[in-house]
């Protein structure tokens, strides 16, 4: 059978615009590393931040005002029970005097103590490293903020207003930095706060896949010497300095 | 020899119930702090982001260590086959029941989520100390009920001494427990020390023995039982070696962690600069809490003598809280190193020293759990036949005849 000619030609035109129409889809979750809808994270991608205190700025917060934006955490004027999810830290070598200034925020341990001590399993590590906070287990016991080395952990102090639809948070429960894990599961592939720094123009956030030896990330975190925070705690954070 | 006889709380009605209210009243009032914090969340408390652990912890942790420790006399009795502290016994262990009760209701009702009790009950994190020791919580109330069971119905005496032996060991690893919640916090300067596990177990055995005391000589006072002259001196004998033992682990405790340099900032906090953690330290803990209590309990005037066994164990409860106070406050007020050999500051309070004023929720939270531990204890005597109808030794079995079998 030599079959019907016209509908061999319709077969082919319509593979061939079905493929023009998913490539740059396809190419663009590449691009970003971000996962199909209804793909499992996996552990081939490592989420990791690199910050270069070098390049961030004393006195500037457009990283903690972006990450308070994106994630709807408000100021109540409260600062001791605010939810604090990034802070700038400002630093003086105790030889020498040397100033420096770095965000700190979840350091995304590969280790966390905070998952280890949590009675619930509320606090858990995704396959992709970020660590997160179960909001429907978490008891509120604030064990975790006892075991975190970095002081990343807050918890709600009292009733939440105005939520963000795709950041679940509430009364009693505790968190902290997600790296935008609704920014990355939607392929955005980069952070709000490195988002902000790279827009004012600072560079001093590189947010990207530590597995991938061509990634960003990968790249500077050979270029420059860099360091992980209490590394003698040995946690493997996600999350790695240079400059200090 | 008398025979030893346990009968129930006979107080007159006024008696009895006038101290229940009066109880009850600070449960109640313990119950309105807990919906105050709940409703309006943990800001209205001293609590915040940098002390997330307050005075409800104090007392809560002070009572879990105390309840286990409450268990000696029964222990004494049937493990160790003393069986002059057999008339006390059951007091003892329904003691250790209920003081673990008041402290775990006060960290229940602390947890941001205390609506999510039942989550804490069904999802385990096994490699979490605190999901460990809500096993080692429920497997004391039942082991020391078993045991308390034995203890009370003749048929099944015999076996009260094995029954006793297992509740001796659990408890021992139960306080274990409790003192490896802060022990595997490395994050914690004050912390990070495998010391503290053993120190909570000797720590335990003073407060307990002390917290037991007061309950013991209120409730036979109460019903005007007899309390003879030898068994109030073997009891602040055995305060006594107990509170010199808290007082040894807790030098061993701080002269290992002085031996490592890098805590000296922490330690010189703590124990010289540090304000009310080494007032409460000093004063508190190994003063009032320690050096008095021995020297009430073995001064020729005080020794032996009922109100000088009630004011050191006074004494010892009032040191224990300034010790909780100063492991679980002052481990938080000293700021965490993020970047060691750097001074640091950011709005989130990063190397500073944190303050802390416990706020009136808190104090009536904590109040509320220690008045549920004392009215378990009232309604248990009054209902069980827990109190010896007199605490003497001739109402106590022979102490070293070979065939009697420790209960």
Redesign the interface.
């Known amino acids: 059978m030599s079959g019907n000619p016209r509908r061999g030609f319709l077969g082919t035109a319509a593979a061939a615009l079905a493929g023009v129409a998913l490539a740059p889809g396809i190419r663009l979750i590449e691009l970003a590393g971000a996962r199909a809808p209804g793909e499992p994270v996996t552990a081939k991608v490592r989420w990791g931040m690199l910050i270069d205190t070098n390049q961030c700025a004393t006195g500037c917060t457009d990283c903690v005002t972006a990450c308070n934006r994106e994630n709807g955490l408000q100021d109540?004027g409260?600062?001791?029970?605010?939810?604090?999810w990034i802070?700038?830290?400002?630093?003086?070598?105790?030889?020498g005097g040397r100033q420096?200034s770095?965000p700190?925020m979840c350091q995304h341990c590969a280790h966390p103590?905070c998952?280890?001590?949590?009675?619930?399993?509320?606090s858990f590590k995704r396959a992709d490293g970020i660590v997160l906070v179960d909001r429907?287990?978490?008891?509120?016991?604030?064990?975790c903020?006892?075991?975190?080395?970095?002081?990343a952990r807050?918890?709600?102090?009292?009733?939440l207003t105005d939520q963000k639809p795709d950041v679940p948070r509430g009364?009693?429960?505790?968190e902290g930095c997600t790296l935008c894990v609704q920014k990355i599961d939607r392929g955005d592939g980069i952070t709000a706060c490195a988002e902000a720094c790279t827009k004012a123009g600072h560079g001093a956030i590189t947010f990207g896949d530590l597995n991938d030896p061509q990634s960003a990330i990968a790249k500077r975190l050979r270029e420059l010497p860099n360091r992980a925070?209490?590394a003698d705690?040995r946690l493997d954070p996600g999350v790695r300095y240079a400059g200090? | 020899m008398a025979t030893l006889v346990h009968r129930e709380l006979s107080a007159g009605a006024w008696r009895f119930y006038g101290p229940l209210l009066v109880l009850g009243g600070l449960v109640a009032a313990g119950f309105a702090a807990f919906l105050y914090m709940?409703i309006?969340?943990?800001?209205v408390t001293g609590m915040?982001?940098?002390m997330?652990?307050g005075l409800p912890h104090v007392f809560a942790v002070f009572l879990i260590v105390a309840a286990s420790g409450a268990l000696n006399v029964a222990s004494v009795a049937s493990v160790f086959g003393k069986l002059e502290y057999k008339p006390l016994a059951p007091l003892s262990g329904m003691v250790s029941l209920c003081v673990l009760a008041g402290g775990l209701a006060i960290l229940a009702a602390d947890?941001?989520?205390?609506d999510?009790?039942i989550?804490?009950m069904t999802?385990?994190?096994f490699?979490?100390?605190?999901?460990l020791n809500?096993f080692l919580y429920s497997g004391f109330f039942a082991i020391v009920g078993v045991y308390l069971w034995f203890m009370m119905e003749r048929r099944m005496s015999r076996y009260s001494s094995m029954a006793g032996l297992a509740a001796f060991i659990w408890r021992i690893v139960l306080t274990t427990g409790t003192g490896s919640?802060f022990g595997?916090?490395?994050?914690?300067e004050a912390y990070d020390s495998a010391l503290l596990g053993p120190t909570f177990v000797i720590y335990s055995f003073s407060y307990g023995t002390a917290l037991f005391l007061i309950v013991a000589l209120a409730a036979l006072r109460w019903d005007a039982r007899a309390l003879d002259g030898a068994q109030t001196a073997r009891l602040g004998r055995l305060l006594a070696i107990l509170t010199a033992a808290s007082l040894y682990m807790t030098a061993v405790f701080h002269l290992t962690k002085l031996y490592v340099t890098r805590y000296h900032g922490i330690e010189s906090f703590l124990l010289a600069e540090g304000g009310i953690y080494p007032l409460l330290f000093w004063v508190g803990q190994v003063g009032l809490g320690g050096v008095l209590p021995l020297a009430i309990l073995y001064a020729p005037r005080s020794r032996g003598t009922r109100a000088g066994v009630l004011a050191a164990a006074v004494l010892v409860v009032l040191g224990g809280l300034a010790q909780m106070y100063v492991t679980i406050i002052g481990a938080?007020a000293w700021p965490?190193?993020?970047?060691?050999?750097?001074?640091?500051?950011?709005?989130?309070?990063?190397?500073e020293i944190h303050a802390y004023a416990p706020s009136v929720p808190e104090l009536f939270l904590a109040l509320g759990g220690v008045a549920l531990a004392a009215a378990l204890v009232a309604v248990g005597v009054k209902v069980l036949p827990l109190l010896p109808e007199s605490c003497t030794d001739s109402s106590s079995p022979p102490p070293t005849s070979p065939p009697a079998r420790p209960r």
Request: aromatic content about 10%; hydrophobic content about 35%.
């Open positions: 109540t409260r600062p001791r029970t605010d939810a604090q802070r700038k830290i400002e630093l003086k070598d105790l030889n420096h770095a700190v103590p998952v280890d001590v949590c009675p619930t399993g509320a429907h287990t978490c008891i509120g016991c604030r064990y903020v006892m075991a975190c080395p970095y002081k807050s918890f709600v102090h009292e009733n009364k009693g429960c505790v925070l209490r705690l200090v | 709940e309006n969340g943990h800001h915040d982001n940098q997330v652990w947890l941001g989520r205390p999510r009790l989550v804490a999802h385990f994190n490699k979490s100390i605190f999901a809500m919640i595997f916090l490395v994050a914690r938080q965490q190193p993020i970047f060691p050999g750097w001074q640091e500051s950011s709005r989130f309070f990063d190397g």
